[in-house]
DNA sequence: GCCAACGTTGGC
DNA sequence: GCCAACGTTGGC
């Protein structure tokens, strides 16, 4: 089931710019355009088979859905010449019943050290397994 | 190398 | 719309 040293993410986009429905309406996307060197080292400790919470910042504010890390990282073609920034691949799962919202989230006493919240700027974030399967099942 | 100014992100 | 947190840029 869980194969060893699986990894667990948190992927974060503003739903105007891309949102849960664009990926799961082509069931595939190459998540590019990180420009954070924090970021960007996340995505390159994924591998494939990780997976992620899809969360809708600003307009939303609510994880969404899960998705799997279908293709390791690789150079961000939309990166300026010279630049190197990778993307990795994403594939939809399933989508949340009953979306998680960051209120729940931030009053949940197994979330309190979440780096959702404690680095609320940065785009790629990792989670605890713990952390991960809480969310989920708060979206049952 | 320091730091002020500025831009971006994202919550409130 | 405002502001806090951060990252980047450029003058010195």
């Known amino acids: 089931m869980n194969k060893p040293g699986k ?4 992927l974060k986009s503003e739903p105007s710019t891309y949102s849960w429905d664009d990926l799961m309406a082509t069931g595939h996307t190459w998540w590019d355009g990180v420009r954070n060197h924090q ?22 504010k609510c994880v969404v859905g899960r998705c799997l890390i279908s293709d390791p990282h690789q150079p961000d ?9 990778v993307a990795v691949g994403v594939k939809p ?9 960051l209120e ?8 309190k050290e979440i780096a959702l919240v404690r680095q609320s700027r940065l785009s790629v974030v990792p989670l605890s397994q713990k952390e991960f399967k809480t969310i989920e099942a708060l979206s049952q």
């Open 7 to 10: 990894q667990y993410w948190l």
């Open 39 to 60: 970021a960007k080292r996340n995505l390159m400790a994924m591998q494939v088979g990780d997976e992620a919470l899809f969360y809708h910042s600003v307009h939303g």
């Open 77 to 85: 073609t939309t990166a300026e010449a010279g630049q190197s920034w």
């Open 93 to 101: 799962v399933t989508a949340f019943k009953t979306p998680v919202t």
């Open 104 to 111: 729940q989230i931030k009053t949940h006493p197994d979330l």
